[in-house]
Nanobody, 115 residues
Framework: QVQLGESGGGLVQPGGSLRLSCTASGITFSTYTMRWYRQAPGKEREVVASISAGGSKIYADSVRGRFTISRENKENAVYLRMNSLKPEDTAVYYC?????????WGQGTQVTVSS
């Protein structure tokens, strides 16, 4: 059974930082591209950052330079370091594991940026 679990969300003031974590089980983690998505109220889910099995990273324009994605295959974990947070970063953040023909999702973690 495949399980992905996110943690690390919470309430933070504008300009603050958070580190999200996602751990996976039931998959050969090192062979999957890992992505972080987010969904704000009333908006579609959007990809924030991705890291391939080989370590290549891609960021959405809205977070480039502020967010950093990383992975630790020994721990079956992917991380999202978020700096200089803005109110518009407020959303539920989801972890995704993907390979051709396969995609798995976590349950999401809420990030709220507000003073």
């Amino acid at each position: 059974q495949v399980q992905l679990g996110e943690s690390g969300g919470g309430l933070v003031q504008p300009g603050g930082s958070l580190r999200l974590s996602c751990t996976a089980s039931g998959i050969t983690f090192s062979t999957y591209t890992m992505r972080w998505y987010r969904q704000a109220p009333g908006k579609e889910r959007e990809v924030v950052a991705s890291i391939s099995a080989g370590g290549s990273k891609i960021y959405a324009d809205s977070v480039r330079g502020r967010f950093t994605i990383s992975r630790e295959n020994k721990e079956n974990a992917v991380y999202l370091r978020m700096n200089s947070l803005k109110p518009e970063d407020t959303a539920v953040y989801y972890c995704n594991a993907g390979r051709p023909g396969r995609a798995y999702w976590g349950q999401g973690t809420q990030v709220t940026v507000s003073s």
